[in-house]
């Protein structure tokens, strides 16, 4: 079973800053990370910030916007699913 690591905040509390030092670490201790960006905005500069991350052992997907909330809703559910079956050590949302 993958863990999964869920990462909250406030806008400007430092999340992004976290999660790539977060990251940083878990990539070098050897694990298979994935993250999962959940972003309301139009543009994702989150992402942007963490592409750098990107490799063997990290991969980013996103899931942004969508027609109504349970949209979104499911199509963040399905993406988290299909993450937790790509083999990852640990998803971080």
């Not at 800053?17 to 959940?38: C, H």
């Not at 543009?43 to 750098?52: A, G, H, I, P």
């Not at 909330?69 to 199509?75: G, K, L, N, P, T």
Request: aromatic share 8%; net charge negative.
């Amino acid at each position: 079973m993958v863990k999964i690591d869920l990462i909250t905040g406030f806008l400007g509390a430092g999340k992004t800053t976290f999660l790539k030092k977060y990251a940083e670490y878990l990539i070098a201790k050897g694990q298979n990370i994935g993250i999962l960006e959940n972003d309301f905005g139009a543009v994702n500069v989150d992402m942007m910030l963490l592409q750098d991350l990107m490799g063997d052992n990290c991969e980013l997907e996103m899931v942004s916007g969508g027609c109504d909330a349970d949209c979104h809703r499911r199509r963040f559910k399905t993406k988290l699913i299909a993450m937790g079956m790509c083999g990852y050590d640990r998803v971080i949302v």
